[in-house]
């Protein structure tokens, strides 16, 4: 199968949390024989400055490719996107065009192949959600799933419970309370054709705001078979 994962920060070297979670998934799909691609957005926090610079072993799991996007919090931006948008500044700092238009060029240039067209497009994290509408325009066959590392308003909420300063306070939980929305609407207009938390405990969350598949997937996939089996016939009734 061929595979294009959209990343929102590079997956390699593998040092938190995130990376981790991406390049094991790089890595399981390889090892399942799967022609994995990978678009990532290279980001001053977790940045990869010269992909040809990747080591053998990274190399033959996948074909790299990454666009500079500047996720850094700009507080005039956080500040203004709280009076004059409703998307919450956590979602809109992923918006980025160089990154649209380079998905879209290897959406296209997959296409033009005699046997062309991605089988899966896996999107890691929620905030790739801002892509879906050009996924689903030049890769209308194929399995789009979100891979949710996190339910993130319940993250923001819990940081609001604890935050002693008042006016950080409210900033904390209104932007919980856009996540919760963001992350509703997304899930709830059956956008995607799998839902796949890393947590039992966010897959009972994510099930509350959304009627397609929702299951649990670890940080990496067995491919001899230790997941849970519903999901794993899920996936191959996809093809996957």
């Known amino acids: 199968?061929?595979?294009l994962m959209i990343c929102s920060k590079f997956p390699y070297?593998?040092?938190?949390g995130g990376s981790i979670a991406m390049y094991n998934m790089v890595q399981s799909f390889h090892e399942a024989d799967h022609e994995v691609t990978v678009l990532a957005m290279n980001t001053p926090k977790h940045r990869f400055d010269n992909i040809s610079e990747l080591p053998e072993e990274a190399k033959e799991k996948a074909s790299w490719s990454a666009v500079d996007v500047n996720t850094s919090i700009n507080f005039w931006d956080?500040?203004?996107n709280l009076f004059f948008d409703e998307v919450?500044?956590?979602v809109v700092r992923f918006e980025s065009e160089p990154f649209r238009e380079e998905l879209e060029k290897i959406l296209k240039k997959e296409n033009d192949k005699k046997d062309g067209g991605f089988d899966v497009v896996q999107m890691e994290t929620i905030f790739m959600m801002n892509y879906l509408d050009t996924v689903r325009k030049l890769a209308p066959n194929a399995v789009v799933s979100l891979r949710a590392h996190n339910v993130e308003h319940e993250i923001w909420g819990r940081r609001a419970k604890r935050e002693k300063n008042f006016v950080k306070k409210i900033y904390l939980e209104e932007t919980a309370k856009r996540l919760r929305e963001f992350e509703r609407k997304a899930?709830?207009?059956s956008t995607f054709d799998l839902v796949i938390p890393i947590t039992d405990k966010d897959k009972k969350k994510f099930s509350e705001f959304t009627k397609e598949y929702v299951n649990q997937m670890?940080?990496?996939v067995?491919?001899?078979g230790s997941h849970d089996e519903k999901l794993l016939k899920k996936l191959v009734e996809y093809g996957v």
């Open 88 to 90: 919450s500044y956590h």
């Open 78 to 80: 956080m500040f203004s």
């Open 1 to 3: 199968m061929k595979i």
């Open 218 to 220: 670890m940080a990496t």
């Open 13 to 16: 070297p593998p040092n938190d």
């Open 222 to 224: 067995d491919k001899k």
């Open 187 to 189: 899930l709830g207009k």
